[in-house]
């Protein structure tokens, strides 16, 4: 359920063959950040982007957050340097280019996310078009070139469906309308040009998008990058933001990352820590964290996060949750017997948690960061689609994580029972492993069970194997080779001979 086509988004930032029959706004970045100047569909540059009122306080924050993330780096390893190019241990992001007009957000995708409609119904969940950094005045060269694109995304986040939306006749659109033009999606015969006008036509899915849906804006950075050496493993850590748009103030404000449990502030507050523990062990909240539809009160959540990358299959400090579980530091949140007990009591049948490291991985994969460090491409779910290579559809960039592809076939059933007047589930299985819903279809790839895929190896007896992961087995002809030996967890290769 996502808009991929090149030649189509192109045509649906820049407007090159819109006719006046078509009289909307484009989805170039300009009209969704507010108070730019009027410029058609004119790109607009980082130097303006960053200097509006509604972006101020972007900026503030993503400063910040520099500012914060260098000086940790200089107390806890002083000995390596860090700064602006090859030159240092850890190559920071260049934030002189982020802010300047040369370079701008280039539309990568858009991507419909109305399986979050159970965050609040009311709006029929999410529509995300999804935004690239780029370099300007670099073009590419040779016929297979990709243009210069940099490691930041910023995705404006947009209501599917506002209040009192009327469609044609003067009748009250619902959610099942809506499902129902991104699923015909699937028959259409267009591509290019002729797809982006169909897609914003009358009838089309983007018909009704338009600024005033804008609810948030989140960004994704590489905010800093250290090649192998002596004395380190190659490393990337990718910072998270979320800024929610205040209709009074006319700004974007920062606000807390979804499910983003702040650890640190958890750990050090023992009344914060009774809270929240009290609260997660709640019967209703031990459901909801089973179907991954939970939503931890913004009390215990960080207003951003760093994902460092890769992260591996053991447990490690590289992981949001670690520290909340016993045996991983000396201040835990749960003990294994509170886990225990709290999946004993409970008057519903477990998809997904069946055990306390079921229990450990759900907590880590329902954050940001935890779910940006497992099959992503880097610490990226949708890098987005490069138009502006040289050769589009020569292009080697994969436009989406692994983890990515394997939930189309969750989002597209709950589109569908949407569509049909169902009542949809919105349940979701772990990050490292699809919810295939009796589907088949990905029998056999990388999305769930082909070379590649993440799995857990199965011992001999299995009453000795892991209740939460005795499904993640690999297709025939390949084996599990762990790459953690305490957890069991690794990838799906050729078997050994």
């Known amino acids: 359920m996502a808009i991929i086509d090149p030649l189509a988004l192109r045509e649906l930032e820049l407007g090159e063959h819109r006719t006046s029959a078509l009289d909307r706004v484009g989805f170039g970045l300009r009209p969704f ?40 780096h200089q107390a806890d390893l002083p000995n390596e340097t860090i700064g602006v190019g090859t030159s240092f241990d850890w190559q920071i992001f260049d934030r002189d280019l982020l802010y300047s007009a040369r370079s701008r957000f280039v539309l990568a995708g858009i991507v419909n996310r109305m399986d979050r409609a159970y965050v609040a119904p009311e709006t029929c969940g999410e529509i995300r078009l999804i935004y690239r950094l780029t370099r300007l005045n670099e073009g590419p060269v040779g016929e297979t070139a990709n243009s210069p694109r940099l490691p930041m995304t910023l995705n404006v986040v947009l209501r599917a469906k506002r209040e009192k939306l009327v469609g044609p006749g003067d009748i009250a659109m619902v959610c099942k309308n809506l499902a129902q033009r991104w ?21 089309g899915p983007l018909e009704f998008i ?14 800093a990058h250290a090649p192998k050496s002596a004395v380190r493993d190659f490393r990337t850590d990718y910072l998270l933001k979320v800024f929610r748009y205040n209709v009074q103030t006319r700004a ?11 650890r640190d502030r958890i750990l050090a507050d023992d009344k914060l820590k009774a809270d929240f523990r009290a609260w997660l062990l709640d019967t209703e909240n031990v459901a909801k964290l089973d179907l991954g539809t939970i939503l931890v009160p913004e009390k215990f959540l960080a207003k951003g996060a760093i994902a460092p990358t890769p992260a591996g299959f053991a447990v490690s ?7 909340l579980m016993q045996g991983e530091g000396a201040s835990s949140v749960f003990t294994d017997n509170d886990i225990v007990i709290a999946l004993k009591n ?24 935890g779910c940006h460090q497992t099959r992503g491409i880097g610490g990226f779910h949708f890098p987005g689609v490069d138009w502006m290579a040289a050769k589009p559809s020569n292009s080697t960039v994969v436009p989406a994580s692994p983890h990515f592809f394997g939930d189309q076939v969750r989002r597209r059933d709950i589109l569908t029972s949407v569509r049909d007047g169902g009542l949809p589930d919105y349940s979701r299985g772990f990050s490292s492993r699809p919810q295939l819903r009796g589907s088949t279809e990905l ?15 199965q011992g001999p007896k299995a009453a000795d194997n892991d209740k939460s992961f005795r499904s993640w087995t690999c297709a025939e002809g390949l084996a599990c080779q762990v790459a953690s030996p305490s957890t ?10």
Not at 183 to 203: E, F, H, K, N, Y
């Open 317 to 323: 400090d590289l992981q949001p949750a670690f520290g």
């Open 346 to 369: 409970r008057g519903f049948t477990l998809q997904n948690i069946h055990s306390v490291a079921g229990f450990e991985r759900r907590l880590n994969d329902i954050t940001c960061s």
């Open 252 to 262: 974007f404000e920062e606000a807390p990352l979804e499910n983003q449990i702040d």
């Open 210 to 223: 338009e600024p005033i849906d804008v609810n948030r804006i989140e960004t994704n950075l590489q905010i």
């Open 183 to 203: 699923l015909a999606t699937a028959d259409w015969p267009q591509t290019g040009v002729d797809l982006a006008i169909r897609l914003m036509s009358p009838g």
């Open 488 to 497: 069991r967890m690794g990838m799906c290769f050729v078997k050994s001979r």
């Open 443 to 457: 029998a056999g790839t990388e999305y769930e069970d082909g070379w590649g895929a993440h799995c857990y190896l």
């Open 33 to 72: 950040v507010f108070g730019a100047r009027a410029g058609g569909d004119a790109p607009i540059l980082n130097d303006e982007l960053f200097a509006l009122p509604s972006m101020v306080p972007v900026r503030k924050a993503l400063d910040e957050e520099f500012e914060h993330y260098i000086a940790k």
